[in-house]
Nanobody, 119 residues
């Protein structure tokens, strides 16, 4: 069993900052990539940032958000600065990982954490 537990969401004014954390626990052999997605009301879920062999961001957050990982703790962070109202969404942690040497990597998701940016 693998669990992804997120923390750090909340309400912040435009221009403010938040830091999201996501810790993966359970039976983990290796983690290929970890990242963050978000889903705003009435919109599709979109990739925000991913850290694997390389680091990538959606264009709308470049220069404002920074993804980082602590591999020893199986944890991924998302530092969000200069937040805008359009960043309001539920943010989901994602991991692409193997539970054992013989298993293929698969996707795992956190439960989501609400980020609300007021204008």
């Amino acid at each position: 069993q693998v669990q992804l537990v997120e923390s750090g969401g909340g309400l912040v004014q435009a221009g403010g900052s938040l830091r999201l954390s996501c810790a993966a626990s359970g039976s983990i052999f290796s983690i290929n990539a970890m990242g963050w997605y978000r889903q705003a009301p009435g919109k599709q879920r979109e990739l925000v940032a991913v850290s694997g062999g390389s680091t990538n961001y959606v264009d709308s957050v470049k220069g404002r958000f920074t993804i980082s990982r602590d591999n020893a703790k199986n944890t991924v962070y998302l530092q969000m600065n200069s937040l805008k109202p359009e960043d309001t969404a539920v943010y989901y942690c994602h991991a692409y990982l193997r539970r054992s040497f013989i298993e293929s990597p698969r996707d795992y998701w956190g439960q989501g954490t609400q980020v609300t940016v007021s204008s």
